[in-house]
């Protein structure tokens, strides 16, 4: 069982939805710091969080994941101010399919950003005492998703930088281990005007489907995946769906 007391805890996502909900949760633990980066500060969610547990110090940092001069600058700033970081949660979640670069950016890109330039913080070869990178995929990024093919993509994206930054010969020298979560179907802002935000006019029949189907409420998946992450299995992936949680078990189809 992962021990969280004296954690340094680093959130990279919005004020809302199933991340926020692990922080929520999380603060219910013995942990040290807690560190929020968003493109914007909602202060009121801000005085929520902290008085959960007065004795955890909570700090917000802008931070644009669509900028990378904003990312390295938030993140170094970020690092030094918790000396190190001990957990990493990469919740960031947007569908806007018609917006490609947006999509990539915000769900992928950036999220890799942060992540290595948090590394540093977190490598115990560096300033780091090891620890834990948590990265928010979907179930779309374990099949495909034919009205949302962007967001698949980097669904997809997700979790292979996830299991490739896994690896064992990486984690015996850095002390990080890496895990993916793929939540199903979930109550949250994202699940809202769908059928603006499919890949194009052909995927429109394909969202009524989506909109009818049973979702979880982002409180249980969070403490399913809370969770997970105390089972301390680096290289993981998990779905989360209608508040259980399951293993994926991937298949090999090459090696050198």
């Known amino acids: 069982m992962f021990d969280w007391s ?11 939805g199933t991340g926020w909900q692990m922080m929520m949760q999380l603060m219910q633990k013995d942990i040290k710091m807690m560190g929020i980066m968003h493109r914007m500060e909602n202060v009121e969610m801000m005085k929520k969080l902290q008085a959960i547990n007065p004795s955890v110090k909570v700090v ?10 904003s990312i390295d600058q938030a993140m170094k700033k970020m690092g030094q101010m918790m000396g190190h970081i001990d957990v990493m949660i990469n919740a960031e979640n947007v569908l806007l399919d018609k917006d490609v670069d947006t999509t990539m950016g915000m769900n992928l890109t950036g999220m890799i950003h942060s992540t290595m330039m948090a590394m540093p913080y977190m490598d115990k070869t560096q300033m780091g005492m090891g620890g834990m ?5 979907s179930v ?6 034919p009205a949302f093919a962007v967001y698949a993509a980097a669904m997809h994206g997700i979790l292979g930088f996830t299991r490739s930054m896994g690896d064992k010969m990486i984690y015996q020298k850095t002390g990080v281990m890496f895990m993916a979560m793929c939540p199903g179907l979930t109550n949250s802002e994202m699940m809202m005007n769908l059928r603006d935000n499919v890949t194009w006019h052909h995927s429109e029949s394909m969202v009524e489907a989506i909109e009818s189907a049973k979702r979880q409420m982002p409180e249980e998946a ?35």
């Open 6 to 16: 004296g954690k340094n805890v680093v959130y990279v996502g919005s004020f809302s």
């Open 60 to 69: 917000f940092m802008q931070m644009n994941l669509m900028e990378r001069m």
């Open 133 to 137: 990178v948590v990265n928010m995929s």
């Open 140 to 145: 779309y990024g374990l099949e495909p998703a």
């Open 222 to 256: 969070a403490m399913q995946m809370i969770h997970a992450m105390e089972m301390m299995k680096n290289g993981s992936m998990w779905i989360v769906n209608m508040g259980q949680l399951k293993e994926v078990m991937p298949s090999m189809h090459w090696q050198m």
